[in-house]
Nanobody, 121 residues
Framework: QVQLVESGGGLVQAGGSLRLSCTAS????????MGWFRQAPGKQRELVAR???????NYAESVKGRFTVSRDSAKNTMYLQMNLLKPEDTAVYYC???????????????WGHGTQVTVSS
């Protein structure tokens, strides 16, 4: 069974940095797009950053220049380096991946359970 497991969240002061990781485990054929989403209390889940299997990236306007998404395909792992963190970055961060379980199946959308990021002012 495919699972996505996030790690690296925590409490940090404004201006600080955190690095999130997301690793896909289990048996699968391939991973195409991977992304980070976040959801703050009382708000809708929003896209933070996304990276394709070719390494193309896109970011939410609110994090451009501060966050960097990357992936290590050999380790089935995606990272989110978050610098110059602001209190408004406080949210639960979720990993998302488009994964093909086998060569004969289509891609499915998988989600991790989330990791809390709290930025104090």
């Amino acid at each position: 069974q495919v699972q996505l497991v996030e790690s690296g969240g925590g409490l940090v002061q404004a201006g600080g940095s955190l690095r999130l990781s997301c690793t896909a485990s289990g048996r699968f054929f391939s991973i195409s797009v991977m992304g980070w989403f976040r959801q703050a209390p009382g708000k809708q889940r929003e896209l933070v950053a996304r990276i394709t299997s070719a390494g193309n990236t896109n970011y939410a306007e609110s994090v451009k220049g501060r966050f960097t998404v990357s992936r290590d395909s050999a380790k089935n792992t995606m990272y989110l380096q978050m610098n110059l963190l602001k209190p408004e970055d406080t949210a639960v961060y979720y990993c998302n991946a488009d994964i093909r379980p086998s060569a004969s199946l289509a891609h499915y959308d998988y989600w991790g359970h989330g990791t809390q990021v709290t930025v104090s002012s």
